[in-house]
């Protein structure tokens, strides 16, 4: 292996550790918010006032991401990295050292905007440093580290807060961050880092981020059980829709765009983009779901739906390296399809064995896995190399917004189905008859019930397949394999 070549290796490397500490960061709060809330005075029976920590740190996350992608493009990967990294350290130094809510809320979205354009920028980075033959596999790894985080994420929150309390959880970021900016810095070949011609389209990155961080904070909902959307919702998902379609005139209208649609090949870009979204509505969901079904019909506490949860989350990076190894040698349309086909069949399977889930978690997990990686490159492969960083981007965001859609959708759909099965049970109560009677008719109560329960979860997981089958068929449009000839970094696209 050359020098340039393991130069390279260690970038790509650096950067996929800064990707695992972002996506760390995302879930290490699950197992401390109780105990953080406790400091700022909101008892455990107002969990609802903690929302505004969640949708800050989602509404960092997805708003910024085209417009940083974009920059990476225009001013080159490393400035972008680096000074997302930087966000992110000062964003913890925030997080860490907030005395009342809103500064930690402000620090998550700090950490959020900065940690969220990692991933996107990190993978325009494979596409800058590797030919598009040797490409998927890296993405693998890099779709692996960011599912990684999940698994990760809730155990290492855990494990700092009981040794220093929740605040090192983020003071421990800072130096995690300085050491991944000192690897890409130095290891980042310098013929990399040159900055591309370009304008950068500003006002049109403005108006999107104003969208989607519109649409996070409407379809972001706390409690999915009760409601399909929070209070504020539905207006502000209108507001959404209007500085969308602004948006969308102002990219007519404007001679400098957010992608510039010269050198795209749509259909399979586009192919790319609607099966990470379906990929983003079916995780949602199974994150959702699974966590409820434990705890309803099988009695466990919010730790043991974790655990069941795992089984899912732990085949999520396994799959993904999986996915990026067959993608680098069969092209990314077989592995894009046959995943989301093995996901729709996991998924089934999962619909005929509630409450009993375990197997057709862990396969469902590895099936959406395997995509990762192809849909990325095929991302990549559909677009001009001076508009990769915008491409991973809208990647990204298309399975954001997936997951934000497809649970509030879900949601709707499996209440309306709760309520009509249950609409003709009425319960038992203790009067005018004998203990016997009511405790009998209590047991009938119970069984009419789960069993409803039952079926609502079975219908969600096979719409869920339904999704995942929709997704095989869409992803038939993606590249197929990179021809032998082909050795330039991007490559064209082929059939």
């Known amino acids: ?20 500490i972002g996506s760390i960061d995302a879930y290490v709060l699950v197992t401390v918010l109780v105990d953080m ?30 417009l940083l992608g974009r920059l990476s493009d225009r001013l080159g990967r490393a400035p972008v990295i680096h000074a997302c990294l930087a966000a992110f350290a000062i964003g913890s130094v925030v997080s860490a050292t907030a005395t009342d809510l809103w500064p930690l809320v402000a620090g998550r979205a700090l950490q959020g905007l900065a940690g969220g354009a990692l991933l996107p920028v990190t993978m325009a980075l494979a596409a800058d440093l590797f030919a598009a033959r040797r490409r998927p596999a890296v993405l693998g790894w890099v779709g692996a580290a960011q599912e990684l985080g999940a698994v990760i994420g809730p155990l290492f929150g855990a494990g700092v807060a009981a040794l220093v309390g929740w605040r090192g959880i983020f003071w421990i970021n800072v130096p995690l961050a300085v050491l991944a900016a000192l690897a890409i810095h130095y290891a980042l070949p310098k013929a990399e880092q040159r900055p591309s011609a370009g304008r950068v389209d500003y006002l049109g990155g403005l108006l999107l981020a104003i969208a989607l961080g519109l649409f996070t904070v409407g379809l972001y909902n706390p409690d999915p059980e009760h409601a399909v959307l929070p209070s504020w919702g539905l207006p502000t998902v209108l507001a959404g829709v209007a500085v969308l379609i602004a ?3 102002q990219q007519w209208r404007s001679s400098t765009r957010l992608l510039d649609p010269a050198g795209v090949s749509w259909r399979p870009f586009t192919a790319g983009l609607a099966a990470s979204l379906a990929a983003g509505a079916v995780l949602m969901v199974t994150l959702v779901d699974v966590q409820l079904l434990a705890q309803t019909l099988r009695g466990l506490d919010a730790a043991g739906g974790a655990l069941l949860l795992l089984w899912f989350l732990i085949g999520l990076p396994a799959g993904a390296l999986f996915g990026g190894f067959l993608a680098s040698r069969f092209g990314e349309r077989i592995p894009a399809v046959a995943g989301f086909a093995a996901a729709a069949a996991a998924y089934w399977w999962i619909s005929t064995a509630v409450p009993d889930i375990e197997p057709g978690l862990a396969l469902a997990g590895a099936a959406l896995g395997a995509t990762i990686a192809p849909l990325s490159s095929a991302a990549l492969r559909t677009t001009p190399e001076d508009s990769h960083g915008t491409a991973s981007a809208a990647v990204v965001v298309a399975r954001m917004m997936g997951m934000l859609v497809g649970v509030a959708a879900l949601t709707s759909w499996s209440l309306h189905r709760f309520q009509e099965a249950t609409a003709d049970l009425d319960t038992p109560l203790p009067f005018g008859i004998s203990e016997a009677e009511y405790l009998a008719a209590q047991a ?17 997981f096979t719409a869920a397949a339904c999704i995942c089958a929709a997704a095989a068929l869409v992803s038939l449009a993606i590249p197929g394999r990179v021809r032998a000839r082909t050795s330039s970094l991007t490559g064209p696209v082929s059939g």
Not at 48 to 66: I, K
Not at 448 to 455: G, K, M, T
């Open 37 to 66: 809330i406790g400091e700022f005075d909101i008892p455990v029976n107002h969990l609802e006032r903690a929302t505004p920590l969640v949708t800050g740190y989602l509404l960092g996350y997805t708003a910024g991401m085209p």
């Open 1 to 20: 292996m050359s020098r340039e070549a393991g130069r390279r290796r260690l970038a790509i490397s650096a950067a996929g550790a800064a990707v695992l």
């Open 444 to 460: 009938d109560y119970l069984k009419a019930f789960n069993a409803a329960l039952a079926d609502q979860y079975a219908e969600v």
């Open 247 to 249: 948006f969308g005139l």
